[in-house]
């Protein structure tokens, strides 16, 4: 498990650098784009481009920092309701499904990254290759998979807490009481 817990905080460092500066590069050249258009009546070209690159990075890696912090979409009206043995095989169940959905669209992504990349398409401004943009999306889903795997794990071996993300157990006391 210490293995595992190394892995993870690896994976948090790349996954926080990535997506902070992820977000200042998207805020710096969009905002060069519409001071360059404003002001010198001409866009940056690569602009768009550039920006669409660190979209599909942020928001991919963004769903397995999700997953680790536990803050993903979740429907609690039943888990919330429910006895703590009963909360452990919910977890128990949906870390499973959700891993293997994530898995496979990981693996569904590398088909089409190889497809994009056979068919040798670049970005018109840049000119940079296609697959390279379109590399994150699987590279995302496999991570969000690894965390979800990291949850089922650490809910097996840690009997007396329960974790909805990695790094973070459930706290009953989060959440408000109906």
């Not at 650098?17 to 001409?42: D, E, K, P, Q």
């Amino acid at each position: 498990m210490d293995f595992l817990k190394k892995v993870n905080r690896w994976m948090h460092c790349i996954e926080e650098i990535i997506i902070s500066y992820g977000v200042i590069l998207i805020a710096v050249v969009l905002i060069a784009n519409v001071i360059a258009r404003t002001v010198f009546l001409n866009s940056l070209k690569p602009a768009e481009e550039i920006g669409q690159l660190l979209m599909i990075m942020v928001t991919f890696i963004g769903v397995s920092y999700a997953a680790r912090l536990g803050r993903h979409i979740q429907m609690t009206a039943i888990f919330d309701l429910v006895p703590v043995n009963i909360k452990r095989i919910i977890l128990y169940i949906t870390s499973i499904v959700t891993s293997v959905f994530l898995f496979l669209l990981g693996f569904l992504g590398i088909q089409y990254v190889q497809r994009v990349m056979m068919s040798g398409r670049v970005t018109p401004a840049l000119e940079m290759p296609m697959w390279i943009m379109y590399t994150f999306v699987p590279l995302g889903f496999f991570m969000a998979g690894f965390q979800y795997l990291i949850i089922l794990l650490l809910n097996i071996i840690e009997t007396d807490t329960l974790y909805i993300g990695s790094e973070k157990p459930f706290d009953d006391t989060e959440l408000p009481q109906l």
